[in-house]
C-alpha cells in the first residue's frame, strides 16, 4: 500500500491498516520535512478522539497526555467580551500530533520517506493493492485524476493566514477589529500550555484596502499583531514556514475513488477551518477507510462503501461550515447588533450549536440573551409578539403558503375550511392560504384557488370567519399570485410541471420563454395593454381579498410565476422599459405592488415573497435580492417573505436545513426591514435559534404543518410553555398534555449480591 501525503490523516491511515494486517508493506511518502506543518493547533472533538481510543489505544494513550482542553468561548465586541461557558474543546500542537503518528508508524514499521515525492498515482497503482491520496486541498492527484473523480472547488471571499501566539489563551477566542479599511477577525485558541494559534481573517477588499496584498511577511504579521494587540496583550504573532495570505477553497468530488485509488482527507473534501473540521474529518476517514477494507471481500466493494459510509457525514458538515464560512464573510453586516445577541449569533452561525443545545452548555448566558431578546421569563422566543403595522401576532410561527390543488373553478371549498382551519386552531400566529390566483388564465392548475369573482370571495369569507371567530388571535393572511409561464400545468401528484393532456389556456410571461423546453407552452410576452389588464387584476383581487375578511395581503414574486418571471434575468430577456438591467426587471412588479397597496386598507399589512437565488448561473443573486428587497420596502411592503428557487428546471439547490434562512438574513442586516424566513425550518429549536440570533423575524414552516397540524401547540407544551401566545382551543385542553404511553423500562435491582463469601 502507497500513502501519498503524511499529513495526520495519511500517517493515521497508514497506522490503522498496518495495524490491522502487520504483513502489509505500507510506505508515506511526504514531500516535506518531518516538522514542517500548516497551522500550529489541531483541535478534536470527544466524538473523534473516542474513535481513536477504540481503533489504537497506543496512540491515544500518547496523545492523551498531551491535549490542552477548555470549555469556554469569548467572544469580543466593540470592547467587551462576552463568555459561553460548557463547550468542551481539545486541541494539541500539529507538529506534536505529526510527531506521535509519525513515531507510531515507525514502530509498526511503516515505510516514511520524507522530502520525498511520490511517483504519480498511475504509477503505484500499477504496483500496489491500494493507493491512498492524502495529499492536501491542493491535491496533485486529484488534478491528475480530474475527468474520472469529477472535483469542484470553489474559491470564496475571505482571505486568511495561519500565525502562532507565545501565550495560551484561556478560552476560544473571536475578537472583531472594525478599521478603516473594514471589518477584520480574529480566531484564536490555545494549543499548549504556553501557545495559541491565531488566525487572522478579513474580505479580500479589505485586504487589498488595507495593502496586506503588498507587505512582506514580516511586515503583514506585525500589522496584525498591532490590530490585535489587545487580545494579545501586546506580544507579537509568530509566523510559520507555510504561514501565507490565502483564499479558502471547498472541495468536492463527484467520486472519492478510481480503480485502486481512494482519496482521504482534504483531497476528498475540505471544510472551513471556522468550526475546526479539518483534521478531525480526515482522521475519521481513516478510521471508516481501514474499517472498511477489514470488513468488505474485495478492494472494490471496501472502496464503495467507505464513500457510501463518509458522504453523509461529511456532506452534513460541509453545509455547517459553508453557513459558517458565509457568516463570517457578511461579518460586517451582524457588527451593529447589541453585543449578547452578536455572541448568540456568531456561536449559533453553523446551525450546529442550537438555543437548545447553548441552553444546555451555559443557561445563564442563554437566559441573558433572551432577556435582552425581550422574552418575559418563561417565555420562548418563538411565543413573542411581533407587530406589522396595526396587525399584532401573538407569536412568531407562520403556516407558510402550500399549494393544496383542490378547488373547482377556483371556488375554495371543505377541503380548504378543514385544512386551513385545522392549521389555525393548532396555534400558528400567521396562517397563510395557498397561492390565490388573480385570473382563471392565472392559476398554475385547474385546482388551484382564485380571486376573482363573488363566488369566491364568498367562499374565502367563510374561511376567514371561521378562523376569527373558533380561533381569536390568529392572523389569516393571503398570497396573490399570477402563474405566468408555469401555468395550465396537471395537479401535482399527477405531474408536476408537465402540461395538460387537454383543456390548455393561453400563457403569458415576460418573455417568450417555456419553462420545460420541448415540454411546457410557449408563453406569449405581455405587451403594453395586458400589462394594464393585469396590473388591475391584481388590484381588483386585492379588493376582494379585502372583503373577505384577510388579516395581511402578500405579493407572490417568487417560484418563477408571472412577477418572479419579471425579475429574473433568466426568465426576463425583454429590451423595452420592462427588461434589461434590475431597475428595469422591477418595474412591472412594483407596478402591481403600488396598485395592490393603493386599494389594500392602510392599517393591514402587506408582504412580498421573493427567490433571493435562482441556484443556477447568470440568475438573481443574493445581491441582486438586497437590492430587489430594498426596492418593495421603498414602496411600502411591511415585510419580505425570503424564499429561493423554482424559477429555472435545471437549478442546483444547496438543500439542507434552514438552507434559505442565510438569504433572508443577509436581507434583514443589510436593510433593516422585517423578513420571513422559509426553507427547511422543521424544529422549534431551529426558530427559537433564528430568532434569538437576528436572523429573521418570522419562520414560515410548511412540511411541518402538514405533518402535525398542531405544530405550535405541541412545540409549546414540549417547552412548558402555558402562556397566551399559544392558547389552546377549549374543545382541545383535555388534550393539551402528552398523552401516557406504556411502560417500557423495568424497575432497576435494588440490591446486587456478589457470590457467597469463602471466609
Known amino acids: 500500500m502507497a500513502v501519498i501525503g503524511g499529513g495526520p490523516g495519511g500517517l493515521y491511515a497508514a497506522v490503522l491498516l498496518k495495524r490491522l494486517d502487520p504483513g502489509r508493506e505500507i510506505t508515506v511518502y511526504e514531500r516535506n520535512a518531518p516538522d514542517d506543518t500548516f497551522g500550529f493547533g489541531v483541535v478534536l472533538s470527544d466524538e473523534t478522539l473516542g474513535g481513536i481510543e477504540h481503533a489504537d489505544p497506543e496512540v491515544y494513550r500518547a496523545l492523551a497526555g ?229 470488513e468488505q471481500p474485495t478492494l472494490p466493494e471496501a472502496l464503495a462503501a467507505y464513500e457510501v459510509e463518509r458522504r453523509p457525514v461529511v456532506a452534513s458538515t460541509q453545509r455547517a461550515a459553508a453557513a459558517s464560512l458565509r457568516w463570517f464573510e457578511g461579518l460586517a453586516g451582524y457588527v451593529d447588533q447589541p453585543p ?65 390543488y383542490s378547488a373547482t373553478d377556483g371556488l375554495p371549498g371543505d377541503f380548504h375550511l378543514v385544512h386551513l382551519g385545522a392549521r389555525a386552531l393548532g396555534g400558528a400566529g400567521l396562517v397563510m392560504t395557498e397561492m390565490v390566483c388573480v385570473s382563471a388564465e392565472g392559476r398554475i392548475t385547474p385546482g388551484c384557488t382564485g380571486l376573482w369573482n363573488p363566488a369566491q370571495t364568498a367562499g374565502w369569507q367563510r374561511i376567514t370567519d371561521f378562523v376569527h371567530q373558533q380561533s381569536p388571535g390568529t392572523a389569516i393572511g393571503v398570497q396573490l399570485g399570477h402563474s405566468g409561464r408555469k401555468g395550465s400545468t396537471r395537479l401535482m401528484w399527477e405531474g408536476i410541471d408537465q402540461p395538460l393532456p387537454y383543456g390548455n389556456w393561453p400563457l403569458v410571461a415576460a418573455s417568450p420563454l417555456p419553462y420545460l423546453p420541448g415540454t411546457s407552452q410557449v408563453p406569449s410576452a405581455l405587451h403594453r395593454a395586458a400589462l394594464t389588464d393585469l396590473r388591475e387584476q391584481f388590484a381588483a383581487a386585492a379588493r376582494r381579498a379585502a372583503r373577505a375578511g384577510f388579516d395581511l395581503l402578500e405579493l407572490h414574486a417568487a417560484h418563477g410565476y408571472l412577477l418572479s418571471g419579471f425579475l429574473s434575468p433568466l426568465t426576463n430577456r425583454r429590451t423595452d422599459a420592462y427588461g434589461g438591467d434590475l431597475t428595469g426587471r422591477l418595474r412591472f412588479p412594483l407596478e402591481v405592488f403600488d396598485a395592490v397597496r393603493q386599494v389594500w386598507p392602510a392599517e393591514r399589512p402587506m408582504t412580498v415573497r421573493i427567490s433571493a437565488t435562482d441556484w443556477a448561473p447568470g440568475g438573481t443573486t443574493a445581491e441582486d435580492a438586497v437590492e430587489i428587497a430594498r426596492a418593495f420596502t421603498a414602496h411600502g411592503a411591511d415585510a419580505i417573505d425570503v424564499s429561493t428557487g423554482q424559477v429555472v428546471p435545471d437549478e442546483r439547490p444547496e438543500f439542507g436545513r434552514s438552507y434559505q434562512t442565510p438569504y433572508a438574513d443577509r436581507i434583514r442586516n443589510a436593510l433593516g426591514v422585517p423578513v420571513i424566513a422559509v426553507g427547511a425550518i422543521s424544529s422549534w429549536d431551529d426558530v427559537n435559534s433564528l430568532l434569538l440570533a437576528g436572523r429573521v423575524d418570522l419562520c414560515a414552516l410548511a412540511r411541518p404543518h402538514l405533518y402535525d397540524p398542531h405544530w405550535t401547540l405541541h412545540a409549546a407544551a414540549e417547552q412548558g410553555y402555558e402562556g397566551g401566545a399559544a392558547p389552546w382551543p377549549a374543545p382541545y385542553r383535555a388534550g393539551s398534555r402528552t398523552p401516557p404511553t406504556g411502560r417500557t423500562d423495568a424497575p432497576r435491582p435494588r440490591l446486587t449480591l456478589g457470590p457467597p463469601s469463602t471466609v
Open 340 to 404: 449578547r445577541q452578536f455572541a448568540f449569533n456568531l456561536l449559533t452561525r453553523s446551525r450546529r450549536v442550537t438555543h437548545g443545545n447553548l441552553r444546555l452548555r451555559d443557561e445563564q448566558f442563554t437566559t441573558a440573551v433572551e432577556r435582552d431578546f425581550g422574552c418575559p421569563p418563561g417565555t420562548p422566543p418563538m411565543f413573542t409578539p411581533f407587530r406589522l403595522r396595526e396587525l399584532t401576532l401573538r407569536n412568531r410561527v407562520v403556516v407558510s403558503p402550500m399549494d393544496m
Open 66 to 294: 498531551e491535549f490542552v482542553r477548555w470549555d469556554a468561548i469569548d467572544v469580543v465586541h466593540r470592547g467587551r467580551t462576552l463568555t459561553s461557558q460548557g463547550h468542551g474543546f481539545a486541541a494539541l500542537g500539529r507538529r506534536r500530533l505529526l510527531a506521535v503518528l509519525q513515531a507510531r508508524c515507525a514502530e509498526l514499521g511503516v515505510r516514511l520517506r520524507f522530502r520525498t515525492d511520490a511517483p504519480s498515482a498511475a504509477e503505484l497503482a500499477a504496483t500496489h493493492d491500494l493507493v491512498i491520496a492524502a495529499d492536501g486541498a491542493g491535491s496533485r492527484t486529484r488534478e491528475a485524476h480530474a475527468a474520472v473523480l469529477g472535483p469542484t472547488l470553489t474559491r470564496h471571499r475571505c482571505r486568511y493566514v495561519w500565525l502562532a501566539a507565545d501565550f495560551a489563551f484561556d478560552a476560544f477566542r473571536f475578537e472583531i477589529a472594525e478599521t478603516e479599511h473594514g471589518v477584520m477577525q480574529l480566531h484564536g485558541y490555545p494549543f499548549s500550555a504556553d501557545a495559541s494559534t491565531v488566525i487572522v481573517e478579513m474580505r479580500e477588499e479589505v485586504w487589498y484596502a488595507a495593502g496586506f496584498d503588498e507587505m512582506a511577511t514580516e511586515e503583514s504579521v506585525a500589522r496584525c499583531a498591532k490590530v490585535f494587540s489587545d487580545a494579545l496583550h501586546g506580544r507579537p504573532l509568530t509566523a510559520g514556514p507555510s504561514s501565507a495570505w490565502t483564499a479558502f477553497r471547498t472541495v468536492v468530488n463527484e467520486r472519492w475513488s478510481h480503480g485502486n485509488l481512494v482519496l482521504l482527507g482534504d483531497a476528498a473534501h475540505t471544510a472551513h477551518f471556522s468550526i475546526g473540521s479539518g483534521t478531525k474529518l480526515a482522521v475519521e476517514d481513516a478510521l471508516a477507510l481501514a474499517a472498511c477494507v477489514r
